[in-house]
Each structure stands twice: as C-alpha cells, then as structure tokens.
C-alpha cells in the first residue's frame, strides 16, 4: 500500500532523491555522486587496460576499445569537423562519450539502478563545459567583434529583418542552446527511468496482489523496457557529442 493508503505506490520524485551516504559539514555525498565518481574509475580502468600496454595484435579488451575510439573519432568527430580541425578534439569527444554512456549505464546495473544523467545537475555541468569551449573558441578564431558577429548570425544582405535575427541569434546561442543541450539528455534519462520503475513496482504489486497474469505482463513489459533504455542510453551519449561538435565546427567556420 502507498503512504496514503490508496493502494499502487506510483513512483515519482522520490525515485531521484537519495539519503546522504556521509557529509562532512555542508557537504553531502549521495549515491548520484558515488555513480558518478565509479563512473570515472571505471572508464579510466577501462581503458588503462586496454592501452595501457598496448600491443600490435589486440587482444579482447583492447580491440573493443579500439573500436569504440574509432567509432567515435571517425563516426562522430571526423564526419563532423574533419580529420584536420577536428583530431585535436577527439580526447574530449570521446571521454564525453563514454562518461555520458556509462553513467547512464548504471540504471540497469543491479544494486545501483540509476541513471546519473536523470539529475540534472549532470548534464547541465557537462552542458556548461561544452558551452564554454564553443564561447571560447568562436572569439579565439574571429576576435571580438567577429566572435559577436558568428553569434548573433549578424549578415547585413538580411536588411530590415536583421535586428530581429540578431535578438533571435544572441538568445538562441548563448541561453537557449546550452538549456536544450542539458535538457535533451537529463529529460530522456528522467522519462526512462521512471517508466523502468513504474512497470517495476507494478510487476511487484500486482504479484503481492495474487494477480499473477498481470504481474506477468508487466514483467513483460520491464524487460522490453530495460532493452529499450539500453538504446537510448547509447543514442543519447551520442546525440550530445554530435552537438557538441556540431557547436564547435559551428565556432570555428567563418563567418559570412
């Protein structure tokens, strides 16, 4: 029974709020956080493994991993930025990847069920630094004015309409799309993962309710959706990555 004694416990916000594993004075380290940090010990580990001592006949872990940095550099950065612009970047597009893959990861990991992503606070960090590097990079390849120019989209063949184009361009880029950004991932790993807990406490409930058909459907139905957030989790590391170089090939073309 839920606490107000109307029967299915629904989950909601509760299923995103977690107790403090310890705090030392106003700070508070939670199990977001403790995911979050295994996440960076498990991508480092990862691939110290796999190259760490790495060898001219790949074995498993190392062809893997060679495989999934190829993907990346070739799939996303090179198809994106080109092989010139773009090899500088790989390093952060491919730890974004995998962070933002892994992290998320962990909503079908027994024990931690949860996806770091679904707290906001997550993407938007990652956001914040993605952001950054575009800001910084446009005014490094045009300088201040043409920095201003590539942001605000500003083109005088527009005429009339080139203030409301420039308003439009200088909300768009510097408020807009880093929220979009955030709240693409944080959003689809929130829905997800509420939905994987829905289907999960109705299959308990409705077994405790001797509704055994029901409770098998829903079964059913938690697993169609941990398969289901398997892909999302991968389509969603790599959506944001497309952005983010799509951002920097957007900072580092010249201006018309």
Not at 49 to 56: L, Q
Not at 170 to 192: D, E, I, Y
Request: charged share 10%.
């Amino acid at each position: 029974m839920s606490e107000n004694g109307c029967g299915f416990p629904a989950p909601g916000l509760n299923s995103f709020l977690f107790k403090p594993l310890f705090s030392v004075g106003s700070f508070e380290f939670n199990k977001v956080m403790l995911l979050a940090l295994l996440t960076t010990v498990v991508l480092l580990g990862v691939f110290w493994a796999a190259f760490g001592k790495a060898k001219v006949v790949p074995g498993k872990l190392q062809m893997a991993a060679e495989a999934g940095y190829d993907f990346v550099r070739r799939g996303v950065v090179y198809e994106t930025l080109g092989k010139r612009e773009g090899e500088k970047y790989v390093p952060l597009i491919v730890a974004l990847f995998f962070f933002i893959w892994i992290m998320n990861i962990w909503s079908v990991i027994p024990l931690a069920q949860f996806p770091v992503g679904s707290v906001i606070a997550i993407p938007a960090f990652l956001a914040l630094v993605v952001w950054v590097l575009w800001v910084s990079l446009t005014f490094k390849r045009h300088g201040f004015v043409g920095g201003w120019k590539n942001i605000t989209g500003w083109d005088k063949s527009l005429g009339p309409v080139l203030p409301l184009v420039v308003v439009i361009e200088f909300f768009s880029n510097l408020f807009v799309r880093p929220f979009t950004h955030a709240v693409r991932l944080f959003a689809n790993m929130f829905a997800g993962h509420l939905m994987l807990v829905m289907f999960t406490v109705a299959s308990w409930y409705l077994l405790n309710s001797y509704m055994i058909p029901a409770a098998g459907v829903s079964f059913i139905m938690t697993m169609i959706m941990i398969l289901f957030e398997l892909f999302v989790q991968a389509v969603q590391a790599y959506v944001f990555v497309m952005l983010t170089c799509s951002y920097i090939q957007g900072a580092l073309a010249e201006h018309h």
